[in-house]
């Protein structure tokens, strides 16, 4: 990853934020590249607001755009849905045809003009026909397409109960919070409103209310921007402007 960003890719289009590279991310970049050399499926899971998803797009910020296929799926979504969302993301002229076996032979004639890889964003809403699909996409001798599936913390187990699909995952990588560690060398650069802060109270916040959740970091420092344009509001982030916050963030992750 590289911190030549702007604010709007971060989450509320936070104001002064940066990308910064951790172990995590590192080890994203390291598996897309797999993925897409060796036109492999692999698999990035985790709990909500870790940074997976952002992580993906920044890696893949360098690649050919017509040779990845971005694909988003409602819950529940079938392998009619997975189709529609495959037809227009290669942008195939025409209508989707109405006919399953036309609709195979026109996905994959397409499929064969070039190396894809195709990300698989909230993979565990997709059905298991619909993932099973996936596969046989994969299987043909004719394609040379990598998937990268992404989503929540219950998406290996969704891919699990495939066994002929997670078989050919080829690696796998589970997002965690960020470490103690992590969170004193990450934090102060992922925003300026952090630089002097001491590292005992950035521990402190992020055991009263972020938990090493680069969402929730993002949140906090929202509304700390917003109450230090306040008046009579101190220079810097303290714990009294902290607890002043407390009220606009959802009580069940505070500790």
């Not at 026109?106 to 997709?126: S, W």
């Not at 298991?128 to 187990?157: C, M």
């Not at 630089?195 to 972020?210: G, P």
């Not at 230090?228 to 002043?244: C, F, G, I, K, T």
Request: hydrophobic residues 40%; contains cysteine.
């Amino acid at each position: 990853m590289t911190d030549n960003d702007s604010a709007s890719e971060h989450y509320l289009s936070l104001a002064g934020a940066c990308r910064v590279p951790t172990t995590a991310t590192l080890n994203t970049q390291r598996i897309l590249e797999m993925a897409i050399t060796h036109h492999a499926p692999v698999c990035i899971h985790g709990d909500v607001g870790l940074g997976k998803t952002f992580a993906v797009r920044v890696n893949l910020e360098d690649h050919d755009p017509k040779s990845i296929l971005w694909l988003e799926f409602p819950r529940g979504a079938g392998v009619r849905a997975l189709c529609d969302t495959l037809f227009y993301a290669l942008e195939i002229d025409g209508d989707p045809p109405s006919r399953p076996r036309e609709y195979d032979r026109l996905l994959l004639a397409a499929l064969k003009d070039r190396p894809y890889l195709l990300v698989c964003d909230e993979a565990q809403g997709l059905s298991v026909n619909a993932l099973e699909y996936l596969r046989t996409l994969w299987d043909h001798p004719k394609t040379q397409i990598g998937i990268a599936f992404i989503g929540g913390e219950n998406t290996k187990q969704r891919l699990n109960s495939r066994p002929a699909l997670s078989s050919r995952i080829v690696s796998w990588q589970q997002y965690q919070p960020l470490t103690t560690e992590e969170v004193e060398r990450t934090i102060p650069e992922f925003h300026p409103l952090w630089e002097d802060v001491s590292l005992k109270d950035l521990h402190w916040v992020d055991q009263l209310i972020c938990h090493g959740n680069f969402r929730n970091w993002a949140k906090v420092t929202f509304h700390l921007q917003q109450a230090l344009e306040a008046p009579n509001a101190p220079d810097q982030v303290d714990r009294d402007l902290v607890r002043s916050i407390l009220a606009d963030l959802d009580s069940a992750i505070r500790s």
